[in-house]
């Protein structure tokens, strides 16, 4: 690419994140969207989603991301979008109205399946806590084929497309053992969460050659087919030099998160050292596939004033921020890692942040401060960043 991606993700919109619009959850126990279907009547949860959807992202979002400069977005979706998975409510016609948008204020769109039935790694990102189960059903995986293929067929035309992803984060034993998402996400149905683990490699890349193979002859040329790493950032290169993929990348989420569960001092100073090894290992992935950030953020627990033990939220648990910066430190801090970040990320071919916007309230609910550092709408309007 000669235009380096300038991104950021529409997170919370059509997939939902309880941390992310928390008020969406209220007055249920529901803790992620599949059970926020199942506490809810279908009145109550059909009322609840529509209205999000209708007020989350308007036109007036595009004019604002025009406006200052970015030139693309991911747009998460679930595998309910065409609404053929009840209880859920489909959302292809919202879906419709983003490209229409990208392409009035020339945005392209990466299309991300964002999550599957089963879950893909037991996050709540998933679409199911506690549970990752959705390699281990052939029907399952064979819907998530027919989901991409659908919309590969409905948008494959359309200007505003630039590529589809076939699966957001999937998980293999590596990055479970790290996370430990059965930890940290306690599953609510003990029974139907047995038999959870991780993907294998060996399964994950199957996959992405059978989704590559039904979208590539689908897809125009020129439309990006876009592969999560798994978290594993250096496992990819034989898959690819020995495969026939034609226009395909890599797709990496980097958060200053996983540099302080692997021990990473809360520090400014510490984070940029951290970026700098990220160059190094972008820089050797780019030599043989061209590679992007697709998610990451200006979130740390030094500037939330308190060791979030890896991102804990305030939906799980409730932290006092001990340490506050000054308004000014605390600018200087997210400037100097949001100018590092980017500088890195466009050793490859740029980037997306996570994410656009959040619905949170840090001014009144004290537990939430810190927490505007993954909004970035917040972030620019706050001159934390600039596209």
Not at 20 to 26: N, S, V
Request: charged share 20%; hydrophobic share 40%.
């Amino acid at each position: 690419m000669t235009t380096k991606i300038k991104g950021v993700n529409l997170g919370g919109w059509l997939v939902l994140e309880k941390w992310m619009t928390p008020e969406l959850f209220i007055d249920t126990p529901a803790d992620d969207e599949y059970y926020l279907a199942h506490d809810l009547s279908k009145e109550a949860y059909e009322a609840r989603i529509n209205t999000h959807r209708a007020e989350f992202m308007t036109e007036a979002d595009f004019i604002r991301m025009q406006a200052e400069g970015i030139n693309f977005i991911r747009i998460p979706v679930p595998y309910f979008i065409f609404g053929d998975r009840p209880p859920f409510v489909g959302g292809i016609e919202y879906l419709d109205r983003a490209f229409n948008w990208a392409q009035a204020y020339d945005i392209r769109i990466l299309l991300d399946l964002h999550t599957v039935p089963g879950s893909q790694n037991g996050f709540d990102n998933g679409g199911i806590s506690g549970v990752c189960k959705w390699g281990q059903e052939e029907t399952d995986v064979t819907f998530v084929l027919s989901v991409l293929t659908s919309l590969a067929t409905r948008y494959k035309n359309h200007p505003a497309l630039w590529g589809i992803q076939p699966i957001n984060e999937p998980i293999t034993e590596k990055m479970w053992e790290i996370m430990r998402p059965l930890d940290r996400y306690q599953a609510r149905d003990v029974k139907m969460a047995e038999g959870s683990r991780p993907l294998t490699m060996s399964f994950l890349q199957q996959f992405y050659r059978e989704a590559y193979k039904q979208l590539r002859v689908i897809l125009l040329p020129e439309t990006v087919i876009a592969f999560h790493d798994a978290f594993e950032l250096h496992a990819w290169k034989d898959f690819f030099e020995s495969g026939s993929f034609e226009n395909v990348m890599l797709d990496t989420h980097q958060y200053l998160m996983f540099a302080e569960m692997e021990g990473t001092k809360q520090a400014v100073e510490s984070y940029l050292t951290y970026l700098d090894g990220l160059g190094k290992e972008l820089a050797e992935v780019a030599a043989y596939i061209p590679v992007f950030v697709g998610e990451w953020s200006l979130f740390n627990s030094y500037t939330a004033g308190v060791d979030t033990q890896g991102g804990i939220n305030p939906t799980q648990q409730t932290f006092e921020a001990n340490n506050r910066l000054a308004t000014s430190e605390l600018v200087e801090a997210y400037q100097q890692l949001w100018q590092k970040s980017v500088a890195t990320w466009n050793i490859g071919e740029g980037h997306f942040f996570w994410t656009y916007k959040l619905n949170i309230d840090t001014i009144n609910e004290p537990a939430w401060y810190g927490w505007d550092s993954w909004d970035l709408s917040r972030c620019l309007s706050k001159k934390w960043a600039k596209i």
